[in-house]
């Protein structure tokens, strides 16, 4: 049985930070491609980080990039999303997922997700 298991969110003031963790089992993530969405309340789940299997290759969503990084540990089997100089805008629930295909931006593709992670981001 696939299970991805998000943690770390919670409530931190503008310019904070926060490190999501997302494990894994039941599916390596050796073997697939990984990816962060967030939805905030009354929007659509929107892309916000890729990781290739490999670990070699990350894809980050406009709003983010330059402040997110995603990286993995395949010992652990756990991806992760370091989230710097935090924004209001970022407050949603983050969700990692698994995909088979390379670089997808589309929450369409993404076959397994887990429950997801409050994050809120005060002003």
């Known amino acids: 049985q696939v299970q991805l298991v998000e943690s770390g969110g919670g409530l931190v003031q503008a310019g904070g930070s926060l490190i999501l963790a997302c494990a894994a089992s039941g599916l390596s993530i050796r073997t697939y491609h990984m990816g962060w969405f967030h939805q905030a309340p009354g929007k659509e789940r929107e892309f916000v980080a890729h990781?290739?299997?490999?670990?070699?290759?990350?894809y980050y969503g406009d709003s983010v990039k330059g402040r997110f990084t995603v990286s993995k540990d395949d010992a652990k089997n756990t991806v992760y999303l370091q989230m710097n100089n935090l924004k209001p805008e970022d407050t949603a629930v983050y969700y990692c997922?698994?995909?088979?295909?390379?670089?997808?931006?589309?929450?369409?593709?993404?076959?397994?997700w887990g429950q997801g992670t409050q994050v809120s981001v005060s002003s």
């Open positions: 990781i290739a299997r490999t670990g070699l290759i990350t």
């Open positions: 997922a698994a995909t088979n295909l390379f670089s997808s931006r589309r929450s369409a593709d993404y076959i397994s």
